[in-house]
T-cell receptor, first 116, second 113 residues
Framework: DTGVSQDPRHKITKRGQNVTFRCDPI?????LYWYRQTLGQGPEFLTY????????KSRLLSDRFSAERPKGSFSTLEIQRTEQGDSAMYLC???FGSGGGYNEQFFGPGTRLTVL | AQSVSQHNHHVILSEAASLELGCNYS??????LFWYVQYPGQHLQLLLK??????LVKGIKGFEAEFIKSKFSFNLRKPSVQWSDTAEYFC???????????FGKGTSLLVTP
């Protein structure tokens, strides 16, 4: 499968625990995005990487959230001290491009987080 | 505030009925416009996109959308829906110089046989 993959697909954790999600983008894609989707809402942008550089972060990304893309390939999203409000689907997307303008983002299947 | 509005949250249609889903946005400047679809149990897929040129764009599975700049709208249409079109549809806007897709809340479409 050459699409965007995410692991795990489901995560159930207790409030206060730390969780980490992984995203593997399409291999030649240099851009990687994280979004969060809650019930009844569209995806909301969290952060963007171009290669290994994190170039944009949303205000939604509180200090409990950290994302990395150490070698410009896969990315991890960590949530520390989880809260019930963090329960959501976390989506990863990737694209290829340079500069501004259009580049189609391809989405992965998401990681569904449930915080008890 | 900058936003993307989808007018209908839930739509129920019979097979062969025509579909139009509304999308309005409030971003200024040059934008790229998208419709994504999420079929049950599947991930988000691009249905169609508008970048520039002809404001009437055609996508996969017989869908089309019209960009009306003066109305800040990008409505999705299909002349005759099928049961397999049952899905969640999301309109998204990207500011030309930006990176993030800004999504509407989505429209859940149920097509009944």
């Amino acid at each position: 499968d050459t699409g965007v993959s995410q692991d795990p697909r489901h995560k159930i954790t207790k409030r206060g625990q730390n969780v980490t999600f992984r995203c593997d983008p399409i291999s030649e894609h240099n851009r990687l995005y994280w979004y969060r989707q809650t019930l009844g809402q569209g995806p909301e942008f969290l952060t963007y990487f171009q290669n290994e550089a994190q170039l944009e972060k949303s205000r939604l990304l509180s200090d409990r959230f950290s994302a990395e893309r150490p070698k410009g390939s896969f990315s991890t999203l960590e949530i520390q001290r989880t809260e019930q409000g963090d329960s959501a689907m976390y989506l990863c997307a990737s694209s290829f491009g340079s500069g501004g303008g259009y580049n189609e983002q391809f989405f992965g299947p998401g990681t569904r987080l449930t915080v008890l | 505030a900058q936003s993307v509005s989808q007018h209908n949250h839930h739509v129920i249609l019979s097979e062969a009925a025509s579909l139009e889903l509304g999308c309005n946005y409030s971003y200024g400047g040059t934008v790229n416009l998208f419709w994504y679809v999420q079929y049950p149990g599947q991930h988000l897929q691009l249905l169609l996109k508008y970048f520039s040129g002809d404001p009437l764009v055609k996508g996969i599975k017989g869908f089309e959308a019209e960009f009306i700049k003066s109305k800040f709208s990008f409505n999705l249409r299909k002349p005759s829906v099928q049961w397999s079109d049952t899905a969640e549809y999301f309109c998204a806007v990207k500011v030309f110089s930006g990176y993030a897709l800004n999504f509407g809340k989505g429209t859940s479409l149920l097509v009944t046989p």
